[in-house]
Structures are given as structure tokens and as C-alpha cells.
């Protein structure tokens, strides 16, 4: 059974940092494209990062640019997301999700809470 | 990149269909038949329903039915049931090799 499970969100400052990780089990790990995916409260969905089976290709929305790094070790079957300059709009349940191959998302984790506030 | 544009709500009653629908633009939607779509229920994570248009997991009921035409997704659901109450996103993969997720449609079963 795929399982995919996040953890390290919490409540950080505005422009603090926060490294989330992603543990999967289940599948060849290293055989999947993985996403971020985030949700506001009471909001859509919003694609965050992607990043290749070898871990050294990536790609990133807009808002995130420049201020989300995303990688994976494929020895631990872990994914990671570090969140530098942390913004109030950044606060939202992260999800980790695996790419289904056709560029879906055909597993996801139950999400970790990151809230942004002073 | 803005979001693909979605209904806000629909209704139905049991055994009815129904059918929710999707907007994108040619570098989205149009572009690829790469649109998914996920229902989630409230404090859950998504779940993976329909991808490549048309294609159901797994598991998923055939209940469950996607379709495209030029730069609009549609998602439908027949002989409804009191368990298909949820939420239900869209998404699409971009000439942008981004992603792109509807607003979200609440799907009300009377």
C-alpha cells in the first residue's frame, strides 16, 4: 500500500524558515516524479514544486520561486521541502503527492499545517 | 498562471447526474489531456477520480466520467450518492510545465 506522510509544519514567524519532509512507503520511490501541493484554510488547491525521479531537476510555481527549494533522498525514501522568507500567503496544509506518471497526482499524504504569523 | 475556473456549487438529488464543469485556456486545459480531477471530503486529503480526461483508477467507481472539449473539462457523476458529497478540483498540466487547479466545486447531494 502507497503511504506517503509529512511532517515538520508548525507555527514559524514572518521570514523564518521551515523544512517539511515527506516519508513514502509502499512503492520504488525512486520511480516517481513528486509533488507539493498546498491549501489555505478554506481555500483551493494550489500546485507548489515538482521534482524528478533523480532529484536534479525541478520546477516551481511563481509564488514560491526563488524562496522554496524542493528535493528528495531516494536512499531514505524521503521528499523535502525547505521554506525560506516564510510570508503570511504561505500559510496553508502542505501536501506531499506522488506523480502518477501522466502528470497527476495519483497519491497524496494527509497534509501538514504550516502557519505563518507574528 | 490563473486558476482553471469552476462552478462554486452544485446540487443533486439521488440517482440523478450530474456535471461540473471546467475553463481553462489553450496553454491548460486545451493544450494536453493531461486534466485530473480529485474529490476531497472535509479535513481529508484529495483523491485522484478521473485522469487523462477519461481515465478512472483503480477502484474508482464508473459512476465516475471525464470529458474534454477544446478548453473546457467537464467531470460527471451518474446515479448519485449520498457518499459523492465533497469537494471536487480540477487540474491541469501547463505549457508552463507548471500545474494548475480549479477554484473547486461543493457538490450537495439533496
Known amino acids: 500500500e502507497v503511504q506517503l506522510v509529512e511532517s515538520g509544519g508548525g507555527l514559524v514567524q514572518p521570514g523564518g524558515s521551515l523544512r517539511l519532509s515527506c516519508a513514502a512507503s509502499?512503492?520504488?520511490?525512486?520511480?516517481?516524479?513528486m509533488h507539493w501541493v498546498r491549501q489555505a484554510p478554506g481555500k483551493g488547491l494550489v500546485w507548489v514544486s515538482r521534482?524528478?525521479?533523480?532529484?536534479?531537476?525541478?520546477n516551481y510555481a511563481d509564488s514560491v520561486k526563488g524562496r522554496f527549494t524542493i528535493s528528495r533522498d531516494n536512499a531514505k525514501n524521503t521528499l523535502y521541502l525547505q521554506m525560506n522568507s516564510l510570508r503570511a500567503e504561505d500559510t496553508a496544509v502542505y501536501y506531499c503527492?506522488?506523480?502518477?506518471?501522466?502528470?497527476?497526482?495519483?497519491?497524496w499524504g494527509p497534509g501538514t499545517l504550516v502557519t505563518v504569523s507574528s | 498562471q490563473s486558476a482553471l475556473t469552476q462552478p462554486a456549487s452544485v446540487s443533486g438529488s439521488p440517482g440523478q447526474s450530474i456535471t461540473i464543469s471546467c475553463t481553462g485556456t489553450?496553454?491548460?486545459?486545451?493544450?494536453?489531456?493531461?486534466v485530473s480531477w480529485y474529490q476531497q471530503y472535509p479535513g481529508k486529503a484529495p483523491k485522484l477520480v478521473i485522469y487523462?480526461?477519461?481515465k478512472r483508477p483503480s477502484g474508482v467507481s464508473h459512476r465516475f466520467s471525464g470529458s474534454k472539449s477544446g478548453n473546457t473539462a467537464s467531470l460527471t457523476i451518474s446515479g448519485l450518492q449520498a457518499e459523492d458529497e465533497a469537494d471536487y478540483y480540477c487540474?491541469?498540466?501547463?505549457?508552463?510545465?507548471?500545474?494548475?487547479f480549479g477554484g473547486g466545486t461543493k457538490l450537495t447531494v439533496l
Open positions: 521534482v524528478n525521479r533523480e532529484g536534479n531537476y525541478t
Open positions: 503527492t506522488r506523480d502518477g506518471d501522466n502528470w497527476n497526482f495519483d497519491h
Open positions: 487540474s491541469s498540466y501547463t505549457t508552463s510545465i507548471t500545474w494548475v
Open positions: 509502499g512503492f520504488t520511490f525512486s520511480s516517481h516524479w
Open positions: 487523462d480526461v477519461n
Open positions: 489553450s496553454s491548460d486545459v486545451g493544450a494536453y489531456n493531461y
